[in-house]
């Protein structure tokens, strides 16, 4: 247990809670944020503050904790910071190397040195999470007393990290029964419809489990499909929240804990609805997609469609509308409503918007082509044809602008595999890939409610999906209607529901079976797209990685 400091011992804690947004890998980027907020902290005159899990190297830093040198520097980077402290204690999430051993540490910074090391014990390896991939878990007592017992200014108070808190038998349980009143978390738990309602009640019963007051500091931004949401939260020792902080930016608060686990209130930030918190999602996840990656400007396909709608709509709010740019790629099978709908959309989000025809390239392909289809007629070779051609055109523009292409599918397209490889699925980042279709409508009507004014055509939102690629088109010709495909689909993907028990719940036999068919067979097709926002809990990527090669269904008797 560390010693407590110069201080004569308070009948509380003063505790700064920062809640950063860390660059991945960035070591010298993340170690000026977290020494600016240091002195923030001094300047409130703060006992502790308290900085989010793996701090320094950003999270998940995935497999650039196999180079020896990664973390080494973040070792580095730490010792440096310490050496910068006073008497206000810092705690710091890093990566410890032991041998050959990792853990996800935090280390306890204070009067120039690092005083003690605290070691994660419960590794999270399921959904977004590989931890035990790469750490070993930390012992859970050392010398018969449990570990993350640390003495700040007289007042015992526990450390654990993330998942450790999560479990009523947990770290903590074994941290208040040795008398720690005050609970302190660091975290990178990442954003998904709900998460923020679960967190807060596993928050609240954890606190009266223990009779202690909880300091839970969230790492806020995005890393790659990862969103972070932050909502950094105070609980005090009867589970009531004396604290919120903002979602999805960077904050800072002050908070006074007394030793017996009270809470002075403070400001409490109050949560958006669901639909906006999936909105602010996109918009994050797209801005520190498109900065963090060194790009400044995004290219778009409008094609007069709902899905191309939002997707400009969510890059103006992320990136502003001079970086924003959408172009029409007319072919002969495009309606002039839909030209005239990208065209409204334009003006209203007041982006850069160039019409590009790709007859002439279409035209030629099939040309060039016609000797080896003699004989058979159109399908859906002639409808990939265009798309392709669109997105060669789009990427033309990137490589020649340095526009990053966004993607515009949604997740019910990229289930049944609803739209075409290395066509519109070509681009640097598919903002809604995780947004089903009926999701889509509800945002584009909440960002015209927001607005006070159409932003998204109302013939946008009205008119019959389709992809215009051949004659009179519309997807509930090859598709459910999407009010019937999502809940299916939900079932499906999100539920792991099998084709028997999704036919049980009521719905259309026949339509299950092929609707899980089309999903199986284009798991090929999903692995080869861009990264995109993560939103609920079963994205495609890091959270559903069925093989592409199986042999296993649930559609056969």
Not at 454 to 470: C, G, N, W, Y
Request: aromatic share 8%; proline share 4%; net charge negative.
């Amino acid at each position: 247990m560390t010693s407590a400091g110069s201080f004569a011992a308070p009948k509380g804690l003063t505790v700064g809670l920062s809640q950063l947004n860390p660059l991945v890998g960035d070591l010298s980027g993340n170690e000026a944020k977290i020494l600016a907020d240091y002195a923030t902290a001094v300047a409130a005159g703060c006992h502790v503050v308290v900085y989010s899990e793996l701090t320094i190297t950003g999270y998940p830093p995935e497999d650039l904790l196999l180079k020896k040198a990664f973390v080494r520097d973040n070792k580095l980077a730490v010792e440096r910071i310490a050496k910068a402290t006073q008497e206000c204690a810092a705690l710091i999430g890093f990566v410890k190397a032991d041998g050959d051993h990792l853990y996800n540490a935090v280390a306890l910074c204070r009067n120039g040195g690092v005083q003690d090391v605290y070691l994660k014990q419960l590794l999270p390896n399921y959904a977004v999470f590989d931890e035990d991939r790469y750490f070993t878990p930390g012992p859970s007592m050392k010398d018969g007393v449990a570990t993350g017992l640390f003495s700040l200014d007289g007042i015992t108070v526990g450390v654990t990290i993330c998942e450790d808190i999560w479990y009523a038998d947990g770290p903590v349980a074994a941290q208040a029964a040795a008398g720690a009143r005050i609970l302190l978390n660091l975290n990178a738990s990442p954003f998904h419809e709900g998460k923020n309602v679960q967190r807060e009640q596993m928050l609240s019963t954890r606190a009266k489990e223990t009779n202690s007051a909880i300091v839970y500091v969230n790492q806020v931004g995005a890393q790659d499909e990862l969103v972070f949401d932050g909502s950094s939260v105070v609980v005090d020792c009867n589970g009531v929240i004396a604290c919120r902080m903002k979602s999805f930016e960077s904050d800072f608060a002050v908070v006074t804990i007394g030793g017996d686990g009270t809470v002075a209130p403070t400001h409490v930030e109050p949560f958006a609805s669901d639909l906006d918190r999936v909105y602010e999602a996109l918009v994050v996840g797209t801005r520190d997609y498109v900065h963090k990656n060194g790009f400044t400007d995004v290219v778009i396909g409008l094609s007069g469609g709902i899905d191309s709608s939002i997707v400009a709509a969510i890059a103006v709010d992320a990136l502003g509308a001079d970086h924003v740019h959408g172009v029409a790629m007319p072919s002969r099978y495009s309606s002039q409503g839909s030209l005239d709908d990208a065209e409204k959309l334009a003006t209203a989000l007041g982006i850069d918007h160039r019409i590009v025809s790709i007859e002439p390239a279409f035209g030629a392909y099939l040309e060039m082509l016609e000797p080896s289809f003699t004989g058979r007629d159109p399908d859906l070779t002639e409808e990939n044809l265009q798309s392709r051609v669109r997105g060669m055109t789009l990427m033309a523009l990137s490589n020649k602008f340095g526009w990053m292409v966004l993607t515009t599918g949604n997740k019910s397209e990229m289930a049944v595999g609803y739209f075409t490889i290395y066509g519109d699925s070509a681009g640097g980042y598919a903002i809604i890939k995780d947004v089903f279709k009926t999701q889509v409508f509800a945002l584009c009507r909440r960002i015209n409610e927001r607005a006070g004014r159409e932003i998204i055509p109302e013939t946008v939102i009205t008119k019959p999906p389709s992809a215009e690629l051949r004659p009179d088109q519309r997807d509930d010709q090859s598709l459910p209607a999407y009010e019937d495909l999502d809940p299916i689909l939900r079932h499906y993907i999100d539920d792991d529901l099998t084709v028997p028990e999704i036919q049980k719940l009521g719905f259309d036999a026949a339509v299950v079976v092929r609707i899980a068919r089309l999903v199986d067979i284009n798991e090929y097709k999903r692995r080869q797209c861009a990264p995109g926002v993560r939103i609920s809990e079963k994205a495609f990527g890091k959270d559903r990685r069925m093989p592409i090669t199986n042999g296993y269904r649930t559609d056969r008797a």
